[in-house]
């Protein structure tokens, strides 16, 4: 049986994680969630954070787009957006890498540059990692942080009646690889966001004092949506006209055919939060200067995971990307 026959990555990862262990009593939370957490001192002193994300050549960036300053902003940005999901504050990271033989001493330097741009950025500091030959160019990177007990914000803690709320505009970065997929250049905001994406930590923390739930949008809003949902044992409403759209990209979908509502609920990459929060803190967030979108509410209807479009009519959400799929 092939994986895509089981469901794919998110399937094969429940699969895994019944074959390996995974209770001690320091572990506050294991598999299934943007980071472990582990508690290391007896509280009130801070949880241990702990991610790791993995980008490879061709299927994460493509080098004939990429610079490698660019390649190693996303590989740092798409971890450091795990640890501000949770509520966290990123501090070390070790990576490993896997180069062709042919590789240039300059372009491994590159790499780095865009690293170490992303560390600076967030006060992270690099300690380590390994570095092998292989035929493609992998960038796998662990990132370890910390969250005091009371600010950890984990995927299962949506309540029936928060609204669902996320930090930006969706969609960017998958309308620009479908454009530069079909040979189209796409405008500087759509590159970047594909690019050299920034994560949301500056606003994760004031968020995070005032949700229940939060994860970072990597996979797309419907993998999102239905990960905090499944944790959390609830259903969701999301409403269609209420998903933010830049303008860019409804250009784009314009341009290539394409409902820009695709990209946004199954594209991924765009490295916002979504958090579910009790509606009465929604005010206190935008007076607090954090912008951000209601886009539905969670209900108490376990799995039932809805888009409501503008005419009133109602179809399931649908999931994000999903490798092996």
């Keep these: ?192 966001k594909h690019l050299a994406p920034t994560c949301r930590l500056d606003v994760a923390g004031r968020i995070a004092s005032l949700a229940h739930a939060m994860i970072d949008i990597s996979d797309g809003l419907g993998s999102e949506v239905g990960h905090i949902c499944k944790a959390s044992h609830v259903g969701a409403e999301i409403r269609a006209s209420a998903i933010p759209l830049h303008d860019e990209v409804r250009a784009a979908g314009r341009l290539l055919g394409v409902d820009p509502l695709h990209w946004a609920i199954g594209g991924g990459e765009d490295f916002e939060l979504l958090f579910s929060m009790p509606p009465e803190n929604v005010s206190r967030l935008k007076a607090g200067g954090v912008t951000c979108y209601e886009v539905g509410r969670v209900t108490d209807r376990p799995g039932d995971v809805v888009l409501v479009s503008d005419d009133g009519a109602v179809s399931t959400l649908g999931g994000g990307y999903n490798h092996f799929q």
């Design 1 to 192: 049986m092939k994986i895509k026959e089981i469901g794919g990555e998110f399937a094969l990862i429940r699969r895994l994680s019944e074959i390996v262990p995974g209770a001690r009593p320091e572990v506050i939370q294991g598999i299934g969630d943007d980071a472990a957490v582990l508690r290391v001192a007896p509280e009130p002193a801070p949880y241990l954070l702990v991610t790791t994300d993995i980008l490879v050549e061709a299927q994460h960036f493509n080098r004939a787009w990429a610079s490698p300053e660019q390649i190693g902003i996303k590989a740092a940005e798409c971890n450091v957006s795990d640890i501000a999901a949770m509520g966290g504050t990123p501090r070390w990271m070790f990576v490993s890498l896997v180069l062709p033989a042919d590789t240039e001493v300059a372009w491994a330097e590159g790499l780095y540059r865009g690293l170490g741009q992303s560390c600076r950025r967030h006060h992270i500091a690099i300690l380590g990692g390994d570095t092998t030959q292989g035929a493609l160019v992998t960038v796998n990177i662990t990132l370890l942080g910390s969250v005091p007990p009371d600010q950890l914000r984990l995927r299962s803690h949506a309540r029936p009646g928060d609204a669902l709320l996320v930090t930006g505009c969706l969609g960017a970065s998958a309308a620009a690889l479908a454009l530069l997929s079909q040979g189209q250049t796409p405008s500087t905001y759509l590159r970047e």
